[in-house]
């Protein structure tokens, strides 16, 4: 299935969400899986101009993409998202060029 990376920055409501109910994230992370189909491969908070890195496991873009609008649509986040290929296959799809 093809992997994805996707970025998550928070809005003050979903700030406010997080401090008051931190085991959200695991409850949004069951309804995509059970919604989409979509996989949490692995999932990071971080620091700087995004507060979460998600490496995800989705059917097809069409997939992630609605995720991502009914997620964004919450008021709580917002996505950037990004299809990832792995390096040997880049190499041989490269070379049959």
Same mark, same amino acid.
């Given at each position: 299935?093809?992997?994805?990376? #996707?970025?998550?920055?928070?809005?003050?409501?979903?700030? *406010?969400?997080?401090?008051?109910?931190?085991? %959200? /994230? =695991? !409850?949004?992370? $069951? !309804?995509?899986?059970?919604?989409?189909?979509? =996989?949490?491969?692995? $999932?990071?908070?971080? #620091?700087?101009?995004?507060?979460?890195?998600?490496?995800? !496991?989705?059917?097809?873009?069409?997939?992630?993409? =609605? #995720?991502? /609008?009914?997620?964004?649509?919450?008021?709580?986040? %917002?996505?950037?998202?990004?299809?990832? /290929?792995?390096?040997? %296959?880049?190499? !041989?799809?490269? *070379?049959?060029?």
């Amino acid at each position: 299935m093809p992997i994805f990376v #996707m970025l998550t920055t928070l809005t003050d409501e979903g700030m *406010k969400t997080l401090k008051h109910r931190p085991e %959200r /994230i =695991k !409850e949004v992370d $069951q !309804e995509v899986m059970e919604k989409y189909g979509i =996989k949490i491969l692995a $999932q990071y908070a971080v #620091m700087g101009p995004y507060d979460f890195v998600n490496i995800i !496991e989705a059917p097809d873009n069409d997939t992630v993409v =609605k #995720m991502a /609008i009914e997620l964004g649509s919450r008021g709580t986040i %917002r996505t950037l998202t990004m299809p990832a /290929i792995e390096v040997d %296959r880049l190499i !041989e799809d490269l *070379k049959s060029l």
